[in-house]
């Protein structure tokens, strides 16, 4: 990795470009189809396009005929544009990643109880396969879903489950955490769908009670939060990402006395007196249970000595 180094030492942060064969190039690789056939003016054209695009030196590496009247172009080109990437601000989810291993070590330890969550495609949504890849036994990518880690106890209630349905359940269940696939984003129905379940949540009196964690191709972190959501994950998340934010939040809220520690320790608390009340009256029972006997005692006494 010591080659790495030098050469990230090189890299002109305040004006990043992409690297190609030799740092600080620009060289971009472009795919690109024209609806006409291949021939030398759509070649020019091609150039011409990139040229508009901010490229320099640029290589049609090929040009074929993808169908009747289509032109399929690979260009090489450098581009000219930079990027500051020390000025850089991106709103995004704060978890360390953790492998499963040592986020069930983690509950087992720190929490004490199995966590509960909830998982399903809302709405009209009838694509499972997202939901599935983070919830499911197998996992996705090589990473083990859920369902699969011993202290998470995960429920995948598939496609098209309503908003009520999804609440109701997190309520009867005692959820710690609701997580929410959304796919389809026609008409913006995925935000519509996501900003309705937390207006519901919030009606109910369980926004701050649960971790919710909203998921897609097109969702992202900044939008699940602008929706009402503690997180969002895009594109190729791994179930492991997901629980490291869970677990990492859930201990978060019990460390700041969020929720989800007040409700368990107003339930301890609550045990604790159950448990005061019922000695004592077992006490007064037995007290009173021993009373004639000893009343008697006393009568036989007395009449002993009289006697
Ligand atoms: C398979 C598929 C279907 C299957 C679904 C089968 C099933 N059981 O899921 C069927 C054939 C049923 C289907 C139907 C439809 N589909 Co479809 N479908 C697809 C397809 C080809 C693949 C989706 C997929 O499985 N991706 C693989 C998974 C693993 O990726 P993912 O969902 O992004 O999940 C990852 C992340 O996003 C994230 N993630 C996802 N969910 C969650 C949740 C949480 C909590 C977290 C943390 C992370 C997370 O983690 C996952 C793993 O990294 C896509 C096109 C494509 N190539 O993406 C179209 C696509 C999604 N479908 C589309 C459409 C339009 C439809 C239909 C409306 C078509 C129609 N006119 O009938 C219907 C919808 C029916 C309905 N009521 O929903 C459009 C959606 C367009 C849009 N943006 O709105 C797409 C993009 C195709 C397209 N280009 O037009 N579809």
Redesign the pocket.
Known sequence: MAGTKNVAATVDLKKLRPYGDIMDDGTVQLAFTLPVEPSPEAREAAIMLVQKMGFDQIKVATMEKAADGFALFVVYGNLRHTVDFTQIKVIKVEAKKRSRDEIDEIIRTQIGRKLIIL?A?TG???????????MNMKG??GDYGLERYQWLDARNLG??VLNDDLLKLAIKEKADAI????????HN??QRDMKDLMARAEKLGIRDKMIF???????THPMALECGFD????????PS??ASYVVEEFLRRQASGGDSSKESKREKVIAKKAEKLVKSIKAKVIKKSKAPKAKKKAKLKKLKKVK
């Open positions: 998982g495609c009209y949504d009838a694509h499972t396969v997202g939901i599935d890849a983070i996705f990518a496609a098209q997580l929410v696939s959304k796919v389809v984003t026609q129905i995925h964690v909203a998921g897609g191709p097109r969702v997180a969002g994950f895009g594109v190729g998340t791994k990402d997901v």
